[in-house]
T-cell receptor
Framework: DGGITQSPKYLFRKEGQNVTLSCEQNLNHDAMYWYRQDPGQGLRLIYYSQIVNDFQKGDIAEGYSVSREKKESFPLTVTSAQKNPTAFYLC?????????????FGSGTRLTVV | GIQVEQSPPDLILQEGANSTLRCNFSDSVNNLQWFHQNPWGQLINLFYIPSGTKQNGRLSATTVATERYSLLYISSSQTTDSGVYFCAVEDSNYQLIWGAGTKLIIKP
């Protein structure tokens, strides 16, 4: 079955550590996205990528970094510069050329700073 | 930028009731999507509906693009319908602009 896989489901980070969240899709989608969701809030865009080896900052990119070396993969690194990283992180993908199905989301990663 | 407003912010219903959720947007958009986020955080795309009406089982959606609104109808609500319903519109750069969501609680 095609879909998006995020790992891990839960992640605990110590102060000052960098952590990397994984996102893999087998939908052959061109575009991939990372969102952050805080409790009781909507989604905010961190980064997005429409083609391999290219990505763009979203609304809250500070303290985060991404790479897009393969079409299927879009990992997100939460760096020590992100002062309040505890949140729910969602990865999504979409096709830019067949527009009938919208976005598909992964099941998310809950990151907690301990 | 485009503004997306959803109403009501919260809705509590008894099982079996019908409900209508509304999404208003401030400018022309490429498309509109409705999502359901379950209590575990999973976001499911319900409808991709830039205009017109679509139905999927007990759910249906209507978007009137010329008047800049969309409605999501849920009939015969079940407890599994609980969660947050988000409306998101796509701007000219293919980016999603999200509403704040409607939190729906269905009581047994």
């Amino acid at each position: 079955d095609g879909g998006i896989t995020q790992s891990p489901k839960y992640l605990f980070r110590k102060e000052g550590q960098n952590v990397t969240l994984s996102c893999e899709q087998n939908l052959n989608h061109d575009a991939m996205y990372w969102y952050r969701q805080d409790p009781g809030q909507g989604l905010r865009l961190i980064y997005y990528s429409q083609i391999v080896n290219d990505f763009q900052k979203g609304d809250i990119a500070e303290g985060y970094s991404v790479s897009r070396e393969k079409k299927e993969s879009f990992p997100l690194t939460v760096t020590s510069a992100q002062k309040n990283p505890t949140a729910f992180y969602l990865c999504a993908s979409s096709s830019l050329y067949t527009r009938n199905y919208g976005y598909t989301f992964g099941s998310g990663t809950r990151l907690t700073v301990v | 930028g485009i503004q997306v407003e959803q109403s009501p912010p919260d809705l509590i219903l008894q099982e079996g009731a019908n409900s209508t959720l509304r999404c208003n947007f401030s400018d022309s958009v490429n498309n509109l999507q409705w999502f359901h986020q379950n209590p575990w955080g999973q976001l499911i795309n319900l409808f991709y509906i830039p205009s017109g009406t679509k139905q999927n089982g007990r759910l249906s959606a209507t978007t009137v693009a010329t008047e800049r609104y969309s409605l999501l109808y849920i009939s015969s609500s079940q407890t599994t319908d609980s969660g947050v319903y988000f409306c998101a519109v796509e701007d000219s750069n293919y980016q999603l602009i999200w509403g704040a969501g409607t939190k729906l609680i269905i009581k047994p």
